[in-house]
């Protein structure tokens, strides 16, 4: 699958030395600073949606919730709180997530304790860790290729539309992908070489620990990350004859667990409740294999450059990403950057950020053949193998330029993610919680009752509303009865249904009639409910 890995004079010893060619650095401020604006423009437009206001922002409180489905004596309007003890975040960790490791809500509670719980707020500190991947991703790429390279590799990362939505998210996808090439980015700087008691090889080594373990706390999929990057640097060493290599690693990876052994204990339960996983689940069909290894596993790739949800006008974004990464792919040994210099100055290192991006999205396509799920055609859950996707991208891009001087499909393929994250801060891409809480606050009287299906979305109703309400939690698994009883004797009731939640209404009692209906987007309704 990749070109034999055979030891240069270059790997061998200490790191080539830096090219010259390419922008100067304060290029790469401007950069930085267009990444910078991208991200915190329209930060706040859509609402904190339910794994937002949920899951991030109550795990990251550690509060106790209350039983949402239970009959109030009053009106009321459910907060959070402010941001308790980290203690509390940990014992209470799995109230919420019963999948997602803890470090997230760790990062944003100390977060939020500082900048509080606005939803700029909140998500800011995504947009941050997105800014700081962009410097890591420039520095492996300059590593691995060259100056050119690693500039083209930022500016696609810089105007990705994914990236740019996952850092105004308050999720741990950000995290992830700064983990990701943090760990990747010093295991190259290990592979290196040098003395192995070398500042650069110990300072490499810490960093590999540190990020490596905040990797496998930020997603459980990462762990596949980890994994390949096992397997290769065996590989490496014994083709090396470096024993010493993977010693000095061996070292790092058990620091990583026993750091590791005090949330161990979180990922058991992840692990064991992985199956249930309902969103990841898929029909059996023994096509299904076929189209994900050939077609979804590649179209990930796109889909970083390009984001998830690409309008029609901006549809030519498919292709631009796809010719920048055929163009990486067909790159020789014997290129140059178009200053005669060398464009891949590592040869060793640009095969291991090929695999970066290859081998652990084909783990994961394993374990769902074996189980039957679809994680590998969830794009988010493979993150942690962008940065190898930018770094490519940056290579092919660069290539391009230099061989036929095709700047033009970078100015296009600017000009196409632009516009598609122009789009997204127009058309919602959101549940418009915002919207639905104003609705409920000039529609629904204090003495009114509201049911809400299903009950954690109280929590994402109430971030907005203004004045306590009469709110009863309730869920289509209840049945018929458990809905009788939720509503009682009362003459009217309205009732607000999100996604899952929209089954509830075919299980009102019969007398029951719909009087008013408002429909939002994204699976959001108000009814109102009245005695026939």
Known sequence: MFPQIKPDPESAGSPPPAS????????LLLILLLAAGLRFAGITFDSLW??????????????????FTRQPAAAYLFRPGPPGALSEVISRFRQVDPLCPPLYAVLLNRWMTLFGESDLACRALSAVLSLSTLAAVYLVARKVFDRPAATLAVILQAVSPFDIHYAQEARMYSLEILASTLSCGSLIWLAAGGRPASAERLISLAVYAGSTWALINSHYTALFVVLFQGLFLTVL???????GLFAGVAAAWLGVLLAWLPWLHLFRQAAAARTASFYVARAASWWWPFWALLVRVPFNWIVFLSGNQVVAYAAPLYATSAFFLAAAARGRRGDTAGDGRPACRWPAAAVFVWAWAIVPPLFVWLLDVKEGHRVVE??????????????????????????????????????FALLNTAYAHVVPHREPWRQMAALV????A??????????????????????????????????????????????GFWLVTAQEGEAVKDLIPERYRIERQIDLHHGLHLRLYRQR
């Open 50 to 67: 339910l794994d937002e206001g949920y899951q991030s922002v109550v795990e990251s409180v550690g509060r106790a919730l209350p039983d």
């Open 237 to 243: 060493a014994v083709k090396r004859r470096d024993p």
């Open 441 to 444: 606050d000039g529609l629904v």
């Open 378 to 415: 969830i794009s988010r859950y493979l993150v942690a193998t962008a940065p190898a996707v930018y770094i490519l991208a940056g290579r092919g891009a660069s290539l391009l330029i230099a061989r036929r001087r095709l700047v033009i499909l970078l100015v296009a393929h600017v000009f």
């Open 20 to 27: 010259r060619a390419g922008p100067p650095p304060p290029v």
């Open 446 to 491: 204090p003495s009114e009752l509201v049911l809400v299906a299903q009950p954690y979305d109280i929590v994402c109703l109430d971030r907005y509303l203004s004045r306590p309400k009469l709110q009863v939690g309730v869920t289509p698994g209840q049945g018929r009865r458990g809905i009788e009883q939720a509503v009682g004797g009362r003459a």
